[in-house]
């Protein structure tokens, strides 16, 4: 009987199947029929997915179940759709638990992102429906933006109510500290955001992935993290090229695009490990440690990260808005027996 040779091995392996050697593959989508093909252990989700997703024939049966327990609820209508949005975001976290053997990732409205109490309230509520569907908390992660109150919100989710959460919209060395402070579950450093941030303010409009300022900059708070033992763990979000994505193999978790995991799953160079917890022990870090105000500072010096948050929780609360335009109008056609 021949045996092949580990090199050999290795080029008959997809660079996807390589990356799950490494680190955690997890699915960025709504679309739950295209989770399967990849075989991911975690899936999240945010607003624009959803609302994507929501707008897909395929699953206008969960939208219509969502709209009719809103309207069940009761209320006025404001609250009406408000249950109906929560309603829907577990809908769809249910459906793509039964394809993945580890967590979902649900996120909590972008316009709260200033409210640590409102954020608190609406995780909960969340948890809640998927308990009630028969989910433990445990194969849920929350997701919560990282301003200073979605931090401390999240440090009071996990420490009051064993909810875990996962921090987005994260593109300062500043936010990560705090995140690693608050003792949160996970956080997601945005890379192809922060690429395309310096691609619009600065005269290099393309990078190699070793010189790719979002790669640069996960890579600095992995290696802070794990140099400083923080529970906290790194998952890598927003790629635009399989090339970031391959530049963070080893990092603790990578969420990808379907499109981007199907180049993967197509690719057959060798991927190594880029991070290591060997290597981020060497690396020569400061331990940093910030209060509010040394937060808000930090971070305000990073004009970059300052207007990403910004944008982001801009994008998503828009995005809201459309996916709550259109149930309002699928409940007024409920209402009115169309």
Avoid at 10 to 23: C, D, N, P, Y
Avoid at 197 to 219: F, L, M, R
Wanted: aromatic content about 6%; some cysteine; charged content about 30%.
């Amino acid at each position: 009987m021949c045996s092949v040779s580990p090199d050999k091995r290795r080029k008959m392996e997809s660079a996807l199947e390589q990356l799950k050697k490494h680190t955690v593959v997890v699915a960025d989508t709504g679309d739950f029929n295209a989770i399967e093909e990849y075989k991911p252990q975690d899936a999240t989700t945010n607003p624009s997915l959803i609302l994507a997703a929501a707008k897909m024939a395929a699953y206008q049966h969960l939208v219509d179940q969502a709209i009719k327990y809103g309207i069940a609820k009761g209320g006025p209508e404001e609250e009406q759709v408000t249950n109906t949005m929560d309603k829907l975001f577990v809908s769809f976290g249910l459906e793509i638990l039964k394809k993945i053997p580890g967590r979902v990732s649900t996120e909590v409205d972008a316009r709260l992102s200033y409210d640590k109490d409102e954020m608190v309230s609406r995780a909960l509520g969340l948890i809640a429906l998927y308990e009630e569907a028969g989910i433990k908390k445990d194969r849920v992660l929350i997701k919560l933006s990282s301003t200073w109150e979605g931090i401390q919100a999240g440090r009071e989710l996990e420490e009051k109510h064993g909810v875990h959460c996962n921090m987005t919209l994260l593109f300062s060395f500043a936010q990560a500290v705090a995140c690693a402070e608050a003792k949160v579950t996970l956080i997601s450093p945005f890379v192809g955001r922060i690429m395309d941030w310096y691609k619009e303010n600065t005269a290099q409009k393309s990078y190699e992935a070793h010189e790719d300022p979002g790669v640069i900059s996960v890579t600095k708070i992995y290696n802070h993290y794990k140099k400083y033992d923080y529970t906290t763990v790194v998952m890598g979000a927003s790629f635009r090229n399989t090339g970031e994505v391959k530049a963070l193999a080893g990092c603790d978790l990578l969420t990808i695009s379907p499109g981007l995991l199907g180049e993967l799953s197509k690719d057959h160079s060798t991927v190594t490990p880029m991070l290591t917890v060997q290597k981020a022990k060497a690396c020569d870090l400061e331990k940093v440690h910030l209060d509010e105000k040394e937060f808000r500072w930090q971070h305000n010096e990073d004009r970059m990260a300052v207007e990403k948050l910004s944008d982001g929780i801009r994008k998503f609360a828009a995005d809201a808005i459309k996916l709550e335009t259109m149930i309002k109008e699928k409940m007024l056609n409920v209402k009115n027996g169309q």
